[in-house]
């Protein structure tokens, strides 16, 4: 059974910074393209930030700049460091490890607000 394990969500002032962390168990991490989403109330989920098993990245037009995604394979983690934080931010933010069998964490609150 793979599970992910989201933290590291919270309330932040906007232009302030969070870093959040996936968690996986299971044999597949190292493997798997791993993939951050986020869903706003109201709003439909839409993808983040990705890094394949390689180390390559890709970031949606929103967060570039601002997001960095990056992965500890020994750890079996997966980070989004978000920085300049804007109230638009404002999601629950979900992990992903895409492979033949995809997984989905249970999501971390972001909170951008004065």
């Known amino acids: 059974q793979v599970q992910l394990v989201e933290s590291g969500g919270g309330l932040v002032q906007p232009g302030g910074s969070l870093r959040l962390s996936c968690a996986a168990s299971?044999?597949?991490?190292?493997?798997?393209?791993m993939v951050w989403y986020r869903q706003a109330p109201g709003k439909q989920r839409e993808l983040v930030a990705s890094i394949t098993s390689g180390g390559n990245t890709d970031y949606a037009d929103f967060v570039k700049g601002r997001f960095t995604i990056s992965r500890d394979n020994a750890k079996n983690t997966v980070y989004l460091q978000m920085n300049s934080l804007k109230p638009e931010d404002t999601a629950v933010y979900y992990c992903k490890a895409e492979g033949r069998i995809s997984y989905w964490g249970q999501g971390t609150q972001v909170t951008v607000s004065p």
């Open positions: 299971g044999s597949i991490f190292r493997r798997s393209t």
